[in-house]
């Protein structure tokens, strides 16, 4: 930066947080109208921002978020995810998730956010900023939000972890395994959680009691949970993919969610086509894609 270039009172506010040890490498204008510490107009504040990116002290992302760029440091992709989702309920899910518990040893380059929207309009400025930062290569990842379809986990099955230094909540063991069910394509496919539970059964990963406990919290709000979790499982056990240790724990797992299905509805798990076979037991129609990936994991692993 051009040492004779004169700031104002708020730039100055502004380029003195940003260049403090310790300072947010992401920065939305509800921060620096913060930074600023007075009540500031919004045409005042748009004005220091544009100033302040024309400097190269911002990077303009997006509309209301920018990168902070006065101290040359690229933020990793977990560090911006604070700064995205702000006071919205969310957590880190699904492929990151699993890769932090070692249910996959792959290592994401999309990190799944799963949140409960406010409204249109938040979930409209999330996808967008999220979509706009997904062209920042020094990232090293991009963002996909998701939006969730329970509650129950958002309140039940997170926990906050460290991860790659960025405090975030993320979703538990057992929550990531329903998450991976309830969101299969966005994993990968049908295998890829099967691998996931079986990885879970035969490293003890999961708590069953947790599972359980959560699975029925969550069959309240999203039905169709009982049938998807003991379909899968009961594919498991009958594929051979369970060792001898786990089959009782397993069986049990399958016969509690098949006395909790509620026997007046069908359900679907997979793209809604003609393309499915029909489960009576589980009263459940699964894709043949899905059930093409099930087999292939089953066939070699």
């Known amino acids: 930066m051009n040492g004779k270039v004169v700031f104002g009172q708020n730039e100055s506010s502004i380029l003195r947080r940003l260049t403090e040890p310790g300072s947010p490498k992401l920065i939305t204008t509800k921060n620096a109208t913060s930074y600023v510490g007075r009540n500031v107009s919004s045409n005042s504040l748009a004005h220091t921002m544009s100033f302040l990116s024309a400097k190269g002290v911002l990077e303009r992302v997006g509309k209301g978020l920018y990168l902070n760029r006065s101290n040359n440091l690229s933020p ?61 290569e020094e990232l090293g990842g991009e963002l996909k ?78 039905r169709s949970t009982n049938a998807w979790i003991g379909f899968l499982l009961e594919y498991l056990l009958e594929s051979g993919s369970v060792t001898d240790a786990k089959k009782r724990e397993v069986r049990r797992l399958i016969d509690d969610a098949r006395e909790r299905l509620d026997r007046h509805a069908t359900y679907r798990w997979g793209g809604k086509s003609t393309d499915s076979e029909y489960f009576n037991e589980w009263r459940l129609h699964v894709s043949k894609t899905y ?3 099930l087999n292939s994991a089953a066939v070699f692993e």
């Open 76 to 136: 990793r992709i977990t560090e911006v995810i604070p700064s995205v989702f702000g006071e919205v309920r969310y957590y880190v899910g699904l492929n990151a998730a699993a890769s932090y518990w070692g249910l996959t040893p792959q290592i994401p380059n999309i990190y799944h956010v799963i949140y409960v929207p406010k409204n249109e309009a938040v979930s409209r400025r999330i996808e967008r900023w999220c979509l706009m930062l997904g062209g920042k």
């Open 145 to 222: 939000p998701i939006k969730s379809k329970v509650e129950t986990i958002v309140d039940d099955g997170i926990t906050q972890k460290v991860i790659d230094e960025t405090q975030l909540p993320i979703s538990t063991v057992e929550a990531t395994l329903i998450d991976g069910i309830t969101h299969t394509d966005e994993i990968g496919g049908a295998d890829e959680i099967l691998r996931w539970m079986r990885t879970a059964l035969s490293a003890n990963l999961a708590n069953p009691d947790a599972f359980t406990r959560l699975r029925l919290s969550m069959s309240t709000e999203l």
């Open 291 to 293: 059930l093409a990936q």
